[in-house]
């Protein structure tokens, strides 16, 4: 089974090294992916929510936290194992190195984007670090930042300013933002930039 159901929101059951051979497949296809990676709290947002709940439908969901592999243990339901997002951040990055793909990162501080775009340079050169942009900007700004996005056509869009924000500022832009995969990774370029 491709998909878990865990109090209605479907999950992708591919183990860690699956999920990244599928997702590369799928950037080297051209098809527009958005993934998710989603704990407890994102599950309980999807039942208050109906919006979110759609943006879920639509949208590769991977099991994020210990709390949804424990559920589907428990439901009968196939997930194997957690898939992280900063694991998949990396993982993606190594394939983007190979491959030389555009590489946009949004969100996090002006001190904590600039040093993590530095970091991820340098641990893996062969990607095209296309841009880059913190986190704290206006309403006004949004048009312009989707815009300089879908001019540096990325590759692979990572979006780190918290769940449910990113995820929704993802989907509220994926018909204009011109990348290929975006995922929301949350606190992953702190951790990143150490
Ligand atoms: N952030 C941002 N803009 C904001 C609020 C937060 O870019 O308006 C960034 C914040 O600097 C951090 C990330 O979003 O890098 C949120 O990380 P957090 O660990 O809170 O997210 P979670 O992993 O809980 O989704």
């Known amino acids: 089974k491709e998909v878990a159901n865990i109090l209605g929101v479907s999950f992708a059951t591919r183990a860690f090294d699956d999920t990244v051979t599928h997702l ?3 950037v080297r296809e051209g098809k527009w992916t958005h993934v998710v990676t989603a704990n407890p709290e ?3 947002l999807a039942r208050k929510q109906s919006g979110f709940q759609t ?5 590769y969901v991977v ?12 439901s009968g339901e196939p997930i194997r194992e957690r898939v992280t997002g900063v694991e998949l951040l990396e993982a993606l990055m190594a394939e983007a190195d190979k491959q030389q793909w555009n590489v946009y990162l949004l969100g996090a501080s002006p001190e904590v984007i600039s040093l993590a775009a530095e970091k991820l340079s340098q641990r893996f050169p ?5 841009g880059y942009r913190d986190g704290y900007f206006q309403r006004d700004e949004e048009q312009a930042i989707v815009q300089e996005i879908a001019e540096k056509q990325p590759h692979l869009l990572f979006v780190a300013m918290g769940a449910p924000r990113q995820d ?3 989907a509220a832009y994926r018909d204009q933002l011109n990348a290929t995969l975006a995922m929301g990774v949350g606190g992953s370029l702190d951790v990143i930039a150490g």
């Open 42 to 44: 994102i599950v309980m």
């Open 55 to 59: 943006l879920l439908d639509q949208a």
């Open 24 to 26: 590369v497949d799928r």
């Open 126 to 130: 062969g990607a095209r670090l296309v």
């Open 168 to 170: 929704e500022w993802i």
């Open 63 to 74: 099991p994020d936290g210990i709390g949804i592999v424990y559920a589907a243990k428990w």
